[in-house]
C-alpha cells in the first residue's frame, strides 16, 4: 500500500493551497481518508477526514470553515483545499487511510493503517 501526498509549499497568510493524496494496493472507495498534520515542535492532530464512497466529511474545529476534503474515487485520490490560511497552519501535512472507519474513531491516528510521506505547508505572515 502507497499513499503518495503533493502539493506542499509557501504560501502568504491568507491565501489558498491545494494539497492531493493517491492511493494504490487498497480498495480505495471503501478506505475513510484523512489528513493529519504536524507542527514543528508539536504533536501529530486531526485536520479532516472523509468516509468511504459517499461519505460524510468531518473536520477539526481549528479548519472548519476554511479547508474542504474531498475524493475521487475513480483517481483512488483524496484532495484537501486549504483557503485563508493562517501561520499556524504551517505543518507537515499527512494523508492517511483506513478500512471505513465510524465516525467517533476518525481523529485517532492510532486508528489509521497506512501513512504517506508528508508534504511540508508553510504559512508566511
Known amino acids: 500500500v502507497q499513499l503518495q501526498a503533493s502539493g506542499g509549499g509557501l504560501v502568504q497568510a491568507g491565501g489558498s493551497l491545494g494539497l492531493s493524496c493517491a492511493a494504490s494496493?487498497?480498495?480505495?472507495?471503501?478506505?475513510?481518508m484523512a489528513w493529519f498534520r504536524q507542527a514543528p515542535g508539536k504533536e501529530r492532530e486531526f485536520v479532516t477526514a472523509?468516509?468511504?464512497?459517499?461519505?460524510?466529511?468531518h473536520y477539526a474545529e481549528s479548519v472548519k470553515g476554511r479547508f474542504t476534503i474531498s475524493r475521487d474515487n475513480a483517481k483512488n485520490t483524496v484532495y484537501l483545499q486549504m483557503n485563508s490560511l493562517k501561520p499556524e497552519d504551517t505543518a507537515v501535512y499527512y494523508c492517511?487511510?483506513?478500512?471505513?472507519?465510524?465516525?467517533?474513531?476518525?481523529?485517532?491516528?492510532?486508528?489509521?493503517?497506512?501513512w504517506g510521506q508528508g508534504t511540508l505547508v508553510t504559512v508566511s505572515s
Open positions: 472523509i468516509r468511504r464512497s459517499g461519505g460524510s466529511t
Open positions: 492517511a487511510a483506513a478500512p471505513d472507519l465510524i465516525v467517533s474513531r476518525l481523529a485517532g491516528e492510532q486508528n489509521y493503517n497506512y
Open positions: 494496493g487498497v480498495t480505495f472507495r471503501t478506505y475513510t
